[in-house]
């Protein structure tokens, strides 16, 4: 069994930077990609950044592209997501994810971690 604990949110003013936190435990097959996921009140879970645990391309949301960076380490299972130039806009509820490959949909993730908020003020 996956589990992953996000940590890193807070709130913070319009252009500043964040960097947020997942810790991956059980990894398995099941697992490979991590994504990181939003969903702001009254809309859809979406779609952020992900990759892949043995490296590769790294995957991002037009909305976050040049702001955002996806990173891992694999020696002690952590994925992040460092956020800069944050806007009003990103202020959402922040997921890590894991499933078995790199997708935009939040289906194609088997397991989720607790979330984490990102609030930012203009």
């Known amino acids: 069994q996956v589990q992953l604990v996000e940590s890193g949110g807070g709130l913070v003013q319009a252009g500043d930077s964040l960097r947020l936190s997942c810790a991956a435990s059980g990894r398995t097959v099941d697992s490979a990609a991590m994504g990181w996921f939003r969903q702001a009140p009254g809309k859809e879970r979406e779609f952020v950044s992900a990759?892949?645990?043995?490296?590769?391309?790294?995957y991002y949301a037009e909305s976050v592209k040049g702001r955002f960076v996806i990173s891992r380490d694999n020696d002690k299972n952590m994925v992040y997501l460092e956020m800069n130039n944050l806007k009003p806009e990103d202020t959402a509820v922040y997921y890590c994810?894991?499933?078995?490959?790199?997708?935009?949909?939040?289906?194609?993730?088997?397991?989720w971690g607790q979330g984490t908020q990102v609030t930012v003020s203009s």
């Open positions: 990759l892949r645990w043995t490296g590769g391309a790294t």
């Open positions: 994810a894991a499933g078995p490959r790199v997708m935009e949909v939040p289906g194609a993730y088997f397991y």
